[in-house]
């Protein structure tokens, strides 16, 4: 059975930085391209970045391009999303997603329960 | 980037109702296309992907359909259990993107 349990949300004041985790198991996490997806209060969901199985390829959704950077640990079955220079705009529940279908196009096949990231003035 | 729209935004119907959400793409995906419900408070759960084809556990009353640029999520019959939010996501390109959402009240 999937388990996706992310951690490290919390408070942060505008432009510093936080490193979300997301521990998988369940699943052969190595083999999976990852994704992390949020939703903002009163907004709809927004795909933010993806990981390839092997590290070798990343994709970022614009606003977040050169401020964030996702990672993983395959030996520890962990994903990482360190967010940097944090806008009031990045304030949301942070989904951790593991991909289905065929890497880099893939549909979002199973979700953890989220982290909350509040972003503040 | 692709963008879609889904319409209504919101809806209400009783239990037994048939119910159909859109979700209308700006650029041709073929069938590149997943449905999620989301119920207030959870994570998203995936429905169907490949504009048609269910998840396993998905009720059969669920179906989906459509190519191209139009889709459609149909309830066949409404339960109360179906009270969330949908959100379609295309992933013929990236960025990947969602639509906006559609409310079903009961």
């Known amino acids: 059975q999937v388990s996706l349990v992310e951690s490290g949300g919390g408070v942060v004041q505008s432009g510093m930085s936080l490193t979300l985790s997301c521990t998988a198991s369940?699943?052969?996490?190595?083999?999976?391209?990852m994704h992390w997806v949020r939703h903002a209060p009163g907004k709809g969901l927004e795909w933010v970045a993806e990981i390839s199985f092997d590290e070798n390829k990343k994709f970022y959704m614009d606003s977040v391009k050169g401020r964030f950077i996702v990672s993983r640990d395959n030996s520890g079955n962990t994903l990482y999303l360190q967010m940097n220079s944090l806008r009031l705009g990045d304030t949301g529940i942070y989904y951790c997603v593991k991909g289905g279908g065929y890497y880099p196009r893939q549909y979002f096949e199973s979700w953890g329960q989220g982290t909350l990231v509040t972003v503040s003035s | 980037d692709i963008r879609l729209t889904q319409s209504p935004a919101s809806l209400s119907a009783s239990v037994g109702d048939r119910v159909t959400i859109t979700c209308r793409a700006s650029q041709g995906i073929i069938k590149s296309l997943a449905w999620y419900q989301q119920r207030p408070g959870r994570a998203p759960k995936l429905l169907l992907s490949g504009a048609s084809k269910l998840e396993s556990g998905v009720p059969s009353t669920f179906s989906g359909g459509g190519s191209g640029t139009d889709f459609t999520l149909t309830i066949s019959s409404l339960q109360p259990d179906d009270s969330a939010t949908y959100f379609c996501q295309q992933y013929y390109g990236v960025p990947l993107t969602l639509g906006g959402g559609t409310r079903v009240e009961i």
């Open positions: 369940g699943f052969g996490f190595s083999y999976s391209g």
